[in-house]
């Protein structure tokens, strides 16, 4: 069965404490994998789109990478404002789309 | 450019009831997906509507239905409220079949 599996489950960092997040998925054909960020009580907000292995995307202080089997989501020298829940999805061939559920990053000023 | 807009925000409901909820998509976006999230399931998608046709469904069951109207504005519906149905029920747009989803702010939907 495809799936989708987010680690870990919560993160609490100190401001500027560097970390990643994993995202790692067994899907049958693969067309691309998403990386969200949701703040409480609104929609996901798109970061980055990943289709290859060995693809890079980078933002602010985020830094995306994907390989075969997992997504890492990169945060350098986070702020307070970065926190957030961050959801990994990926696509399959036929277009649908599976979740995550996510992880809980918590920045400690 | 305005985003991806829901309405209601917010809504209260009985078992038993119905309710339509209305998404408008980003302006020139043609295809419309729905998703339920829930804290113990996650995000779990619900259906997608491109160019007024369902091109793909979640497992759900039949009391979720939605459609897409030429404007591109799309309502999903749930008929025979039940308590599991309480969810942010989320909207996302994109401007084509495979490209980037963007998401509106939600419907939380609570079933009494």
């Known amino acids: 069965e495809d799936q989708v599996t987010q680690s870990p489950e919560a993160l609490r960092l100190q401001e500027g404490e560097s970390s990643s997040l994993n995202c790692s998925y067994t899907?049958?054909?693969?067309?691309?994998l998403f990386w969200y960020r949701q703040d409480p009580g609104k929609g996901p907000e798109f970061l980055f789109t990943?289709?290859?292995a060995g693809e890079e995307k980078e933002k602010e202080r985020l830094k995306a990478t994907l390989t075969k089997k997992e997504s890492f989501l990169h945060i350098t020298a986070p702020k307070p404002e970065d926190s957030a829940t961050y959801l990994c999805?990926?696509?399959?061939?036929?277009?649908?789309?599976?979740f995550g559920k996510g992880t809980r990053l918590h920045i400690l000023p | 450019k305005a985003g991806v807009t829901q309405t209601p925000r917010y809504l209260i409901k009985t078992r038993g009831q119905q309710v339509t909820l209305s998404c408008s998509p980003i302006?020139?976006?043609?295809?419309v997906s729905w998703y339920q999230q829930t804290p113990g399931q996650g995000l779990q998608f619900l259906f997608e509507?491109?160019?007024?046709?369902?091109?793909n469904k979640g497992n759900f069951p039949g009391r979720f239905s939605g459609r897409q109207f030429s404007n591109s504005r799309s309502e999903m519906n749930v008929s025979t409220l039940e308590l599991g149905d309480s969810a942010l029920y989320l909207c996302?747009?994109?401007?084509?079949?495979?490209?980037?989803?963007?998401f509106g702010p939600g419907t939380r939907l609570l079933v009494l």
């Open positions: 899907v049958s054909g693969l067309r691309g």
């Open positions: 996302a747009s994109s401007s084509g079949q495979r490209e980037t989803q963007y």
């Open positions: 990943l289709y290859s």
């Open positions: 509507y491109f160019s007024e046709t369902q091109r």
């Open positions: 302006s020139g976006h043609r295809s």
């Open positions: 999805a990926v696509t399959r061939r036929d277009d649908k789309i599976i």
